[in-house]
């Protein structure tokens, strides 16, 4: 089964950093790009950040570029999203996703994590 | 950044009801489009991929239509499960964006 298990989120302090981190299983994880979108309560959907499968390929949303590092370990198959200098109007559930078809440069997501909840307040 | 504007921002309907989604993006995407079906506490789902491509799994009542700007997402026979929120995202180019979302409401 293809399968995405996100952790690493909690509650931090304005200012502060967390690591987030997916893990996957069920599937060729080097094959795929892989992105990272959240959701504020209550909120739609926003894209965060993306990486290619090699990991050299990596793009951000203005919002978080110079505060977050998106990266990569294929041999444990684990994606990472490094959130620095964290803000209040980060808090959101953070879901990881597997991008498309491998090496077509399609970027719909399927499947998403389970999420997990990250909230800066002090 | 396109910008994807989805519409209506929420529904009510009965079980049976054909109901129709429409998602417009702010440039030209060719039919790089996907929709999703998110129920609360739950991570989203993709149901369409491509503007048409039904998903593997995903009941034949759901479908989507268009091309360029204009989307459209159709459930023909609305189900009791189907009661969440749909949200369209451009495929086409970072930053990816999706629509502000549906919310699919029992009438």
């Known amino acids: 089964e293809v399968q995405l298990l996100d952790s690493g989120g909690g509650l931090v302090q304005p200012g502060g950093s967390l690591r987030l981190s997916c893990s996957a299983s069920?599937?060729?994880?080097?094959?795929?790009?892989m992105s990272w979108v959240r959701q504020a309560p209550g909120k739609g959907l926003e894209w965060v950040s993306a990486?290619?499968?090699?990991?050299?390929?990596?793009y951000y949303a203005d919002s978080v570029r110079g505060r977050f590092t998106v990266s990569r370990d294929n041999s444990k198959k684990t994606l990472y999203l490094q959130m620095n200098s964290l803000r209040a109007e980060d808090t959101a559930v953070y879901y990881c996703?597997?991008?498309?078809?491998?090496?077509?440069?399609?970027?719909?997501?399927?499947?998403w994590g389970q999420g997990t909840l990250v909230t800066v307040s002090s | 950044d396109i910008q994807m504007t989805q519409s209506p921002s929420s529904v009510s309907a009965s079980v049976g009801d054909r109901v129709t989604i429409t998602c417009r993006a702010s440039?030209?995407?060719?039919?790089?489009l996907a929709w999703y079906q998110q129920k609360p506490g739950k991570a989203p789902k993709l149901l369409i991929y491509?503007?048409?491509s039904l998903q593997s799994g995903v009941p034949s009542r759901f479908s989507g239509s268009g091309s360029g700007t204009d989307f459209t997402l159709t459930i023909s026979s609305l189900q009791s499960e189907d009661f969440a929120t749909y949200f369209c995202?451009?495929?086409?180019?970072?930053?990816?964006?999706f629509g502000g979302g549906t919310k699919v409401e029992i009438k």
């Open positions: 996703a597997r991008q498309g078809i491998p090496v077509s440069g399609t970027r719909w997501f399927d499947p």
């Open positions: 069920g599937f060729t994880f080097s094959n795929y790009a």
């Open positions: 990486i290619g499968s090699g990991g050299y390929n990596i």
């Open positions: 440039q030209g995407i060719s039919s790089r």
């Open positions: 491509a503007a048409y």
């Open positions: 995202q451009q495929t086409d180019s970072f930053a990816l964006t």
